[in-house]
């Protein structure tokens, strides 16, 4: 679609967090004008994500789940201990493995029914600072050439550390920016309703490696490495040494590998000022422990739109006020708890193969039924009773 010259809304950047943003703008804010502009088609394959989600959030988020948005469903984890010692936690029906291409394109279908202006192959190249009268110019770049819009509010969903917009003190979004790998492998052998996480230094210090089944045949098969491990331990070796050591028998003999950012920290700071907003991963909003970001970024997408709804049609006059909710609602549902899982995360990096081998030795003892995730949590911390008081920022 061409642009007009000004929106009252622009979202930038058409992943979880704007798509969530603009369809949500529209639903309050009917007769607003946004605009929602990506550099590529957010479809295009592959999206770099392991596509895990948690089932009743995304439920909460976006009503009843097309089946065609889901590769598949998970009935639980299978955490693997340093010395491949198997700990199951089940849960059936509660996660699913997404095939976000379909499901961006699924949302963007929902944005243009309810009246966006979309434009993708478009990339947005710079965001001025606001004007005497509060617009700002957004500079475009496409195939069809350079071009200028304007926009009362400017939503900033581009990832990672993107954004060209003038700071003004608010997230960054660059905060404990970790890199993880992956590869579509065949050839493992796996339980297709069961995600696979694997911990140990030998093969992703810091972080962890998984498995995640698509389609029962090809599987997602990763690795995130802690930030300071990043040069000594690239994730693509990590990557590679897993295959070679847990898959042999994976193919091809040489597999693709993708990679991408993901943003970890979250920091305490504004995520709008002067019309602008930060949210997704642009503003940090992944879960330090999981690496979990898309629900996240769909959540920070929404609390910007009701700010930005409260502004257009909610008689609200302050942007600075309407700011601070939108920082308080994402604070209360998950900012705090991602701050004190950063505060741990120094704590649970440390943790040696030898205290994971121990715990699970002991949870593989249990009944299935009996093990829970408080328990796993527990039987890690009795193995290491030092980690007990590296952990009490997670009690503050
Ligand atoms: C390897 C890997 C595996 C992951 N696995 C999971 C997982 O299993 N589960 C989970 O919950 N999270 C996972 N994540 C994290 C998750 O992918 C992100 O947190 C989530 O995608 C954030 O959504 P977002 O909308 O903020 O940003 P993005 O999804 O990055 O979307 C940003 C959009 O902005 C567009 N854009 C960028 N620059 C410009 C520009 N200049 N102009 C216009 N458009 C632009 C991009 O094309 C893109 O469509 C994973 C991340 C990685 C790297």
Not at 1 to 20: H, I, K, N, Q, T
Not at 181 to 210: C, M, N, S, T
Not at 322 to 334: E, H, N, Q
Request: net charge positive.
């Amino acid at each position: 679609m061409s642009l007009r010259e000004f929106y009252d809304v622009a979202v930038c950047g058409a992943g979880p967090a704007g798509l969530a943003a603009a369809l949500r703008l529209k639903k309050l804010a009917s007769g607003a004008s946004v605009a929602l502009i990506d550099r590529s088609s957010p479809w295009r394959e592959p999206v770099l994500c392991a596509e895990g989600v948690h089932a009743l959030t995304l439920r909460h988020l976006v009503g009843e789940v097309p089946p065609e948005w889901i590769r598949t469903t998970i009935d639980g984890v299978d955490f693997f201990s340093p010395d491949g010692t198997r700990v199951r936690f089940s849960r059936p029906g509660s996660g699913f493995i997404l095939d976000r291409a379909r499901f961006h394109r699924g949302l963007a279908e929902r944005c243009e029914a309810a009246g966006v202006e979309c434009d993708f192959e478009t990339a947005v190249t710079a965001i001025s600072a606001p004007a005497s009268d509060g617009r700002r110019t957004l500079s475009l770049r496409s195939a069809a050439g350079e071009r200028e819009i304007q926009a009362r509010y400017v939503v900033d969903a581009m990832g990672a550390g993107r954004s060209s917009a003038p700071d003004k003190g608010l997230v960054t979004g660059r905060v404990d920016l970790e890199f993880a790998a992956f590869a579509l492998v065949k050839g493992v052998e796996h339980d297709p309703r069961y995600i696979q996480l694997h911990y140990g230094r030998e093969f992703a210090p810091g972080g962890y490696a998984w498995l995640f089944p698509r389609d029962g045949e090809t599987a997602n098969v990763g690795v995130v490495v802690g930030k300071e491990f990043t040069a000594s331990r690239p994730p693509r070796e990590c990557l590679k040494r897993l295959l070679a050591e847990r898959w042999p028998s994976a193919a091809p003999s040489n597999p693709r590998f993708f990679g991408g950012p993901i943003p970890c920290g979250q920091e305490r700071l504004p995520l709008g000022a002067d019309g602008f907003f930060r949210v997704g991963d642009a503003a940090g909003m992944v879960n330090p422990l999981s690496r979990a970001g898309i629900l996240e970024a769909m959540k920070g997408g929404n609390y910007a739109a009701d700010a930005l709804a409260s502004l257009l049609v909610g008689g609200e006059t302050d942007f600075d006020r309407a700011s601070k909710r939108c920082l308080d609602a994402w604070w209360t549902d998950k900012g705090r708890g991602h701050e004190q899982l950063m505060r741990a995360k120094p704590a649970f990096g440390s943790v040696s193969d030898r205290v994971f081998d121990k715990a699970a030795h002991a949870l593989a003892r249990l009944p299935e039924e009996k093990c829970t995730l408080s328990r796993i949590f527990l039987e890690t911390l009795v193995a290491s009773p030092s980690l007990l008081w590296k952990m009490r920022s997670l009690l503050k």
